[in-house]
């Protein structure tokens, strides 16, 4: 069973950078699209950040592009997302999914408050 598990969230001031890390486990890492994504409280899940199998062609979400950054390394079979700038809109949890799956791991908790 393929098991993905976050951490990296907390509790941050506006204008704060976190990144957030996932950790797969039992997953062809390698040759698996990775995606991030936010539930934000009142709203649907969103798609935040996604990342390909080499190259690692990444897409952003309009709500954090050009304040975020997606990055994996193969050998750790770990994929990250870097947060900069943080407003409280950013509040939420955050998920990892494998793309094209049903595979999520249980998410870090983004709280930015003034």
């Known amino acids: 069973q393929v098991q993905l598990v976050e951490s990296g969230g907390g509790l941050v001031h506006p204008g704060s950078s976190l990144t957030l890390s996932c950790v797969a486990h039992?997953?062809?890492?390698?040759?698996?699209?990775m995606r991030w994504y936010r539930q934000s409280p009142g709203k649907e899940r969103e798609l935040v950040a996604t990342?390909?199998?080499?190259?690692?062609?990444?897409t952003y979400g309009d709500s954090v592009k050009g304040r975020s950054f997606i990055y994996r390394d193969d050998r750790e079979n770990t994929v990250w997302l870097q947060l900069s700038n943080l407003t409280p809109e950013d509040t939420g949890v955050y998920y990892c999914?494998?793309?094209?799956?049903?595979?999520w791991g249980q998410g870090t908790q983004v709280s930015v408050f003034s």
């Open positions: 990342i390909s199998k080499r190259p690692s062609i990444r």
């Open positions: 039992r997953l062809a890492f390698s040759g698996s699209e």
């Open positions: 999914n494998v793309g094209n799956s049903n595979f």
